[in-house]
Structure formats: structure tokens, C-alpha cells
């Protein structure tokens, strides 16, 4: 869990926010577990107890409400980087390296079970990202339905999509319906 937009990836197991429904990948707590282990977590972490697994979802969207704030030029919420802040002081530390496949991460301690424990790198990264010298990258998909929180690596900066594969191909799609209707 050492990616610099792993924030943004917990925020998008939420994701076509901008239709009426949006979609939930994480509707369990054994969903959560599959999540952090399938994103360089303990493969083995265990589901949270239901209360836990509440708070995480909290923290998403706190996570998501403080991004796409910024990713619209926005000023975030107090009380989302109140809560952020406060999350951050009662998560586990970053005190202990450990060597991982090719590289080094941080060594946590998840057995308690708590949100913020299996979080804490989620929440780092947030902290990271708000901190850091890329904020400015952090986009939110053009596509009114999607609304997908990335962070642009692209040299021009200017990437208006999630993925080019998606909805960039459906606004083209789009755009050339339209314009053959209108000849």
C-alpha cells in the first residue's frame, strides 16, 4: 500500500457518483478486507466488525468530499479536514520500514481490526497528496455520470477522462452522433 494515489483509489470504490445510484463495490466488511489485500495490504487481513467497517466508509467519503473539492478548485469543508486531521492523530504511526517486493513500505500493525489501523496508508497518502506538490494533478472525469477522482500524470497535465477506454471514447462517441445528426 505505498502508491502516492491510493486515497483515490479507496474514494473510487465508489464510483459513477453522478448517476442517481452510484455503484458500491464495498458493501461488507469482508469486501473492505478484499480490498486492502488486493492493494498491497496484508493478504490476509480480516473484516473489520460491522461498526469499523462503518467508519471506513465514513472516511471514504470525507476522503472523496476533500479531493473533489479540490479537484473543482474548491475550498474543502471544514469539517471534512477536521475529520481527516482527527483520523490522522488516532491512526498508527509511521515509525518502522520493512523490505517488500522491490522496495520498502511501512510497517503496520492491523490486528486490531479498527478502520483506522487498516487504513492508516490510505489516510497517509491523503495527507501526502494534500501536502504535497501534485495536488494541482488531482482531476475529476468530465464525464457528468463518472466523476472519477485520478491523479493526471500526463506531461501536458490537461487529461479530462478516467480513461481514455471509457469515457473519453463515450464523449467522442457522443460528440460524432451528435454532429452526424446536425448534417
Avoid at 459513477?16 to 490476509?44: F, H, Y
Wanted: aromatic letters at 8%; proline letters at 6%; one cysteine or more.
Amino acid at each position: 500500500m505505498n502508491r502516492p494515489d491510493l486515497c483515490l483509489e479507496f474514494v473510487n470504490t465508489r464510483y459513477w457518483r453522478g448517476q442517481d445510484v452510484p455503484t458500491e463495490t464495498l458493501n461488507a466488511p469482508d469486501d473492505l478486507a478484499s480490498w486492502i489485500a488486493a492493494n498491497g495490504g496484508p493478504k490476509a487481513a480480516k473484516a473489520p466488525p460491522p461498526r469499523e467497517f462503518e467508519r471506513a466508509i465514513e472516511l471514504r467519503e470525507t476522503i472523496h468530499r476533500l479531493f473533489d473539492a479540490e479537484a473543482q478548485d474548491k475550498a474543502p469543508a471544514a469539517r471534512d479536514l477536521e475529520a481527516l486531521n482527527e483520523a490522522l492523530e488516532k491512526a498508527p504511526a509511521r515509525t518502522t520500514l520493512k523490505r517488500e517486493r522491490g522496495g520498502y513500505g511501512w510497517d503496520v500493525d492491523i490486528r486490531s481490526g479498527t478502520a483506522l489501523a487498516l487504513l492508516a496508508p490510505v489516510l497517509w497518502t491523503a495527507g501526502d497528496l494534500l501536502t504535497g506538490t501534485r495536488l494541482d494533478r488531482v482531476r475529476r472525469c468530465a464525464n457528468p455520470d463518472c466523476l472519477f477522482l485520478f491523479l493526471d500524470d500526463s506531461r501536458a497535465g490537461k487529461r479530462r477522462w478516467c480513461s481514455m477506454s471509457s469515457c473519453g471514447n463515450r464523449a467522442k462517441a457522443k460528440r460524432h452522433y451528435h454532429k452526424s445528426r446536425e448534417e
